[in-house]
Nanobody, 125 residues
Framework: VHVVESGGGSVQAGGSLMLSCEAS????????MGWFRQAPGKEREGVAS???????IYADSAEGRFTISRGSAKFTVYLQMNNLKPEDTAMYYC????????????????????WGQGTQVTISS
């Protein structure tokens, strides 16, 4: 399984970015895809996840500002990030794993087996 993220960059606070993720070589009907981030010196944290059935879950830090959505192609997911803050600066990772239904469990990095290399997001004040 090969997971590739794109769309990172540098923007000023209050700006927007949209991240994209595509997983190839994955085969499964029921799956979850999630976005995670890791800032220097901090642990990786879940941002948002979406199940193949469409149910979503967000971290408190993302609720109301970020939107996760599925693409028209299978195993594709987007993360629209609005009103970005300097504290959103991090490497953002996408992951995919089989899952039957969405729970808080799928905001935990340990719940995912397949990961991308990450895309850097930098927000300046």
């Amino acid at each position: 399984v090969h997971v590739v993220e794109s769309g990172g960059g540098s923007v000023q606070a209050g700006g927007s970015l949209m991240l994209s993720c595509e997983a190839s070589g994955y085969d499964g009907t029921n799956y979850c895809m999630g976005w995670f981030r890791q800032a220097p010196g901090k642990e990786r944290e879940g941002v948002a996840s979406i199940a193949s059935g469409g149910r979503t879950i967000y971290a408190d830090s993302a609720e109301g500002r970020f939107t996760i959505s599925r693409g028209s192609a299978k195993f594709t997911v987007y993360l629209q990030m609005n009103n970005l803050k300097p504290e959103d600066t991090a490497m953002y990772y996408c992951a995919i794993n089989p899952c039957s239904y969405m729970t808080l469990h799928y905001l935990a990095s340990k719940s995912y087996a397949y990961w991308g290399q990450g895309t850097q997001v930098t927000i300046s004040s």
